[in-house]
């Protein structure tokens, strides 16, 4: 079978289950670094042997968003393809989240295998087809008809292995220890330099991030947030991968998206800014507290940044915005030299 032979067959099975499409990710139920290549759909049905990129299949066309690593070979492997390759993170290309939202009609379904995705993510993919009055249904469609065309690589069945003492060189309970014994003297050096020591407490928490701008009186937008696409926020998640998803605005009530924005003006005042910052914060699990975390006073202005994507969203694209900076500079000028 062809490439395109295959994604027609995908699409049919969507079609047979009732819904408008399906999403293929590069995952498996643990979101394991090294992809098992029993869970590894990806090049059998598109041809594609890069890592973290989602492939999405419509009715009318399908679409895969690749990293940076991954242009040149995916422009390649996917040449004479009915597949669009995405370059994930490039001018005026369209997130995953963009394009379902323009895929998508209201009362259509998209289906994604849920045991095989961040929670996160399914999050964001099922915000933005909420925008178009589509949804996300959990289901996996590609298994059988992947079994049904090709012998599917089997499970891993390896045994997990514990490693012994003599191969970690201590226990776990000898390492805590060691941890500690390394906190004391950093505390002990820190204090030969200083009279404080500040230790920085854990937050369980959600964080969002609003943007403001001005200074008499300052703006700020509503928060939005980063889903990022494993446990931690990473250079290559944030930068290479293409998997962390944006929510703009942030999943928080009304009420506190409002005591957000607020509070990101007061903090700006407070701390005398001017022109533009971004404000972080963390709205704390359980107690629902909004804490400051910290102010970015020269955020990013890329693609895939958060600031100019807050301000777009509440009404200024970003050459509006640009201008609006400039001016907020000639008046700075203009009200320190006359």
Not at 60 to 78: E, I, M, N
Not at 254 to 273: G, R, S
């Amino acid at each position: 079978m062809t490439t395109n032979e295959k994604i027609a067959a995908l699409r049919a099975a969507a079609q047979a289950a009732g819904a408008h499409g399906v999403l293929l990710m590069t995952s498996d139920p643990h979101s394991s670094e090294y992809l098992p290549a029993y869970y590894n759909s990806l090049p059998f049905f598109s041809g594609f042997t890069g890592e973290n990129s989602p492939l999405v299949v419509t009715l009318t066309g399908s679409a895969l968003w690749c990293d940076g690593r991954f242009y040149v070979q995916g422009d390649r492997q996917l040449a004479g393809t009915e597949i669009e390759c995405m370059h994930a993170g490039s001018a005026g290309v369209p997130t995953v989240e963009e394009y379902l939202t323009a895929h998508f009609a209201a009362g259509q379904i998209l289906l994604l295998d849920g045991s095989c995705v961040p929670a996160t993510i399914a999050n964001g993919y099922a915000a933005a087809l909420a925008k178009s009055g589509a949804k996300l249904e959990s289901r996996d469609i590609v298994s059988p008809l992947w079994e049904s065309l090709t012998t599917r690589p089997s499970l891993p069945n390896t045994p997990c292995e514990l490693l012994t003492v003599e191969q970690t060189g201590a226990t776990a309970a000898q390492r805590i220890a060691m941890v500690r014994d390394e906190l004391k003297k950093a505390i002990d050096l820190a204090l030969e330099n200083d009279r404080k020591v500040v230790f920085e407490a854990f937050v369980d928490g959600q964080e969002v991030e609003c943007a403001v701008i001005g200074s008499d009186p300052a703006v700020a937008t509503r928060p939005g947030e980063i889903l990022a696409g494993a446990e931690f926020y990473t250079y290559d998640d944030k930068y290479k991968n293409g998997v962390s998803q944006v929510v703009i605005p942030a999943r928080l009530s009304e009420e506190k998206l409002d005591e957000v924005k607020t509070y990101a003006a007061m903090a700006y005042t407070a701390l005398n800014c001017e022109g533009l910052a971004r404000c972080d914060f963390f709205v704390e699990h359980g107690t629902n507290r909004v804490m400051i975390n910290e102010i970015n006073t020269f955020p990013g202005f890329t693609p895939i940044s958060m600031y100019p994507k807050l301000m777009e969203h509440e009404g200024t694209p970003v050459p509006a915005l640009i201008d609006h900076l400039i001016e907020l500079a000639l008046e700075r000028t203009e009200k320190q030299h006359g």
